[in-house]
Every structure is written in structure tokens, then in C-alpha cells.
């Protein structure tokens, strides 16, 4: 069974200036144990995506319909209490700058410390303490009794977002939901602690949807991919199969814009820039920027196309019908 299964979400915005439809069908599912990485150009709708899953959307955003079934109950249903419970109880997520996402008043020891009580009741102050300073130890911090007491101002950006995967696993959380985790670290760092979530999933069998722009980070810490655009998932895929065989116009010039991936040096990047969810283009979205675009994708949306269960791409291109029209 799926651990959470979004089918056919949409969410919009309601401002000052009009409605925005942010997502508009997103479907995906993710099995236990499994690192799903959710990839696209910023603003394509990652963000959104996870904070529709957590129902962490403001007062202006809505999900309007679509469901997100988490161990078999659909969390859209949820009163605000209930789904308090279940985010960093059963779902826990990372952002991406762990100085603001940390209390800067509070020691960071004690901060895991208050997660962990929070979750685990039943055990004494001095069971949590220890708890927390495991967890730091759990997360490759170096002298932890001793950084314990520490300010997050004291430890580097690598060492607070240790801090920050420490609290994030306190509570055993079956879901843990990364955006752009590493993004503001530096390379070195930055592998070191995807290497640690890797890790440390692996031996929790922790669910991951690892949110990113970067295709490198996709290759090196995901077992399937999810690539949307303009508030669509356009294709999904095992990661092998991904980036041996991209089917998407979108994919192939996201791989092709990528250092790390395309070793031939040819780097392209994609011409034009995501459109706003309030100028979406009509047809298929990615026509103004697709060098494949043809008649019908000006006028009419792709369909999804599906090969097996895995694996789907959301492209005329590959319509019989209307390649050989
Ligand atoms: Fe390009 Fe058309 Fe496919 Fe859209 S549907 S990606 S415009 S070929
Ligand atoms: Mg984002």
C-alpha cells in the first residue's frame, strides 16, 4: 500500500488581485521507505505541493478539491487539531534555512529536547535530555553534551541543519518532507547531509519527498521523480529509467541545463521563464518554451500517458494518434 497517495489536487490562492490556481491535478504517491524527489524550476508548484500536504497553506490558500490520503485516511478532511497531530508527529519537514526554522533564544538541545517530549510523553525530563543528545549524536554532530547548550548562532549553517534533521526525526515520523533542505550550504556540506538523510531514513525506513531544482541532488538520493511545471506533474518515473530516457521536453532541458549530469559540457538552458499560475499559457503550459510544440498544444492540454504503473508523461509527443496526424 501507498503511504500517501495525492490524487488530482488542486490548490489555488485567493489575494487581493484575483484568484491564482496554484496547483492544478497534481498526482503522485509515495511508498514506504521509498525517497521521492519532486523536481522543476521554482514556481513550478513543489512548494506548494508540500504545504498542501501539510496544511500549511495561510489563510489566503485553499485546496479546492483533489484528495491526499495518508496511511489510508485523507488528510484533507482533517480538522486543524487533528492534522496539528499528525505534522511532526507523523509527518515532519526541513526547510530550507535552518536560522529561521530554529528559535534563536532557545539552546538547540533543548529544542530537540522539547520535540521529543512533545511526542514522547511518557518520558522524564532527564530520559529527553538524553534522548536529545543521542538524536545530535544520531545526526553527526561532534561533542554533543557540549553543544547541547549552544545558541543556533554558534554553529555553523551545516551544523544547524543537523540541528533541524535532529528534530525533524524526533518524534519517528513515517513521512519527512525536505524542501530545498541543502540549497543555502556549501557543496561539501551540502553532501554530507543528504549522505546523513540517506542514512538515517534508510536505517528509521522513513518516507522521503525531497523537494529540489537541482537534478544533481535528484540523481544521487532518489529512487523515483516527479517533475512538474507550471502546477503540473508532466512526468514521473523510476530515477534510472529517468534520466537514461527522459520523455518530457521539460525533463530533457532540465537534464540538459544540468553540470553535474550532462558530462558532454553542451550545457543549454531552457529559454523563457515558468509562467505565472495567473498567465498560464493555454494548451500544454510548456508550449511558448517547447522546441517540439506543435498545432494542437497551443489549443489543447496533453493527456497523461501511461506506461505500467510507474511510469507517466504528460506530451502530445507521445500520442500515437496525433504524432502521425
Ligand atoms: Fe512540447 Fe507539445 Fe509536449 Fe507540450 S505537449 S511538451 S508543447 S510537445
Ligand atoms: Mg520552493
Known sequence: ?????????????????????????????????????????????????????????????????????????DLTTFS???????????????FQEPLTSLNPL??????????????KEELSKIEARNHAINMMKMVGIPQAEEKYAYYPHQLSGGMRQRIMIAIALACDPELLIADEPTTALDVTIQEQILGLMKKITRELDTSIILITHDLGVVA???????????????????????????????SKGLIR???????????ESIKGSVPTPANKPSGCPFHPRCPFAMEICKSQAPENMYYGEEEMVNCWLYKEEVKTS
Do not use: W
Open 1 to 73: 500500500m501507498n503511504l500517501l497517495e495525492v490524487k488530482n489536487l488542486h490548490t489555488s490562492f485567493y489575494t487581493d488581485h484575483g484568484v491564482i490556481p496554484a496547483l492544478t491535478g497534481v498526482s503522485f504517491s509515495v511508498k514506504k521507505g521509498e525517497v521521492l524527489g519532486i523536481v522543476g524550476e521554482s514556481g513550478c508548484g513543489k512548494s506548494v505541493t508540500s504545504l498542501s500536504i501539510l496544511q500549511l497553506l495561510g489563510n489566503k490558500g485553499k485546496i479546492n478539491s483533489g484528495s491526499i490520503h495518508f496511511k489510508g485516511q
Open 80 to 94: 486543524t487539531k487533528k492534522m496539528r497531530k499528525v505534522r511532526g508527529n507523523e509527518i515532519s519537514m526541513i
Open 106 to 119: 532557545i539552546r538547540v538541545g533543548k529544542q530537540i529536547e522539547e520535540t521529543v517530549l512533545l511526542h
Open 220 to 250: 544521487e538520493m532518489v529512487d523515483r521523480v516527479v517533475v512538474m511545471y507550471s502546477g503540473q506533474v508532466v512526468e514521473e518515473n523510476e530515477v534510472e529509467k529517468f534520466f537514461a530516457n527522459p520523455k518530457h521536453p521539460y
Open 257 to 267: 541545463s544540468t553540470p553535474s549530469i550532462d558530462q558532454e559540457d553542451n550545457l
